[in-house]
């Protein structure tokens, strides 16, 4: 693997080596990042790449797609299999543009969104005035009761009653908790809105059943292929049947010209893997793992925004400790700990600063760590913690994190 980088690109192949270590020596907590398998990778590097096409399968607009089309087909009835779908787009080149594509197939600029706060847990996508979604549409926000730190699903319909939304946006980026799809199903019916999921963080969950789906319940589902769940560098589109016509139109010529075979390769590869007894059981520990680093966290005097987590991460309130977010966030890669500085909801602190951080376990349970290590990494986290400014103990805790994590090997001979 990279024997042609090696001899053709020196400078790019040490940096690549560099971040291989980086990955093997560390231990990986940012909660939208995974390991892939080594077919993921072959297959993003592959001849699928040298392939230039617009439009669908049996409708190309170039010649020489007898054999892509065979595998974006194939890729297609997997995600459909997958998550029980009737219809599915699999060329969106990210999470992003899958939810842009919903909006350019049902929605007009101006239209009216209704979508979780970005400081709460939303994601850009959802009406940040500071995204295209913001910008091109009348993007309100509903948030979190806070008291429970729960989505306040009576806002919800007092909010959708109000502003009469023509889409309802449920689905987060960092939200620790179920997200009741029926109710928000209901709400968007009650005012005749047409209702989208984004489950990007937790689409590997619910492929493996380890929490509820919202296929049932919704009219669009749109996701990435990394993060839970584990694959390719892109992303994808869910859809009840009457849609699909206009979801594929939302991608092309909507959003998006030529796809990228290669990456599309790869998510046909990744809905495969994600059938499997050996993911499902991965899947069940990555919640395992949370709910164990979540209570061992808050042992240490920590505090867990909602007070734990249904799914594969948490936030984590460090005012306790006497910290921002930033501090921690620093502090920890510099022992080689990866988490991100996040708000935490109705955080004071400016977003580039914060109040906590956003911790996941996907990463670490792929390599193999179970709940003893996620009771570890709570020890090493909250020794950190205590040592801040200490370059002597933070120095020794970086010794005990590299112990840790190249004792769960990762890519053990590929790339030699």
């Known amino acids: ?68 089309d065979k595998m974006e087909t194939l890729g297609i009835e997997r995600a459909k299999e997958l998550f029980g779908a009737d219809h599915a787009n699999i060329q969106a080149h990210s999470g992003s543009q899958a939810n842009q594509s919903v909006y350019a197939a049902i929605l007009n600029p101006g239209d009216t969104i209704l979508g979780m706060r970005l400081d709460q847990g939303g994601h850009l996508t959802h009406g940040s005035g500071v995204n295209f ?40 980026s960092a939200y620790p908790r179920l997200i009741d799809y029926e109710r928000m199903s209901e709400i968007a019916r009650e005012v005749g809105a047409y209702f989208m999921v984004d489950m990007a963080h937790i689409a590997g969950l619910v492929a493996a059943k380890v929490i509820p789906s919202p296929v049932p319940h919704a009219d669009f589902v749109t996701s990435t292929t990394t993060k839970t769940l584990a694959g390719a560098r892109g992303g994808f589109i869910l859809c009840r049947a009457e849609y699909a016509s206009k979801v594929d139109k939302g991608i092309f010529p909507g959003v998006q010209g030529s796809m990228h075979f290669h990456i599309m390769g790869a998510k046909a590869h990744t809905f495969k893997n994600a059938m499997s007894g050996e993911y499902r059981e991965c899947m069940e520990q990555v919640v395992k793992n949370a709910q164990k680093l979540a209570q061992s966290l808050s042992q240490r005097g920590f505090r867990i925004v909602t007070g734990g987590t249904d799914n594969h991460l948490m936030l984590v309130d460090v005012r306790p400790k006497g910290l921002t977010g930033v501090q921690l966030d620093e502090a920890l890669e510099s022992v080689g700990i990866t988490v991100n500085k996040n708000m935490i909801p109705f955080d004071p602190e400016k977003p580039t600063v914060t109040s906590g951080v956003r911790i996941g376990t996907t990463a670490m349970t792929i390599k193999g760590m179970k709940e003893a290590q996620a009771d570890q990494i709570a020890a090493l986290i909250d020794e950190v913690a205590c040592n801040i400014g200490d370059k002597a103990a933070l120095e020794g805790i970086a010794k005990k994190v590299t112990e840790l994590g190249s004792s769960f090997p990762l890519y053990q001979g590929y790339f030699e």
């Open 1 to 68: 693997m990279l024997r042609s980088l090696k001899e053709k690109d020196h400078a790019l192949y040490d940096i690549v080596s560099e971040e291989l270590a980086r990955q093997r020596n560390g231990i990986e907590l940012i909660a939208s990042e995974s390991y892939v398998p080594e077919a993921i990778m072959e297959l993003q590097g592959s001849v699928l790449t040298n392939k230039t096409a617009e439009g669908y399968p049996g409708k190309r607009y170039h010649a020489g797609c007898r054999v892509v």
């Open 133 to 172: 979604s913001g910008k091109m549409y009348n993007c309100m926000s509903y948030g979190l009761n806070r008291e429970t730190e729960i989505i306040d699903y009576d806002e919800v319909e007092r909010l959708a009653k109000e502003k009469r939304p023509k889409l309802l946006i449920a689905g987060a």
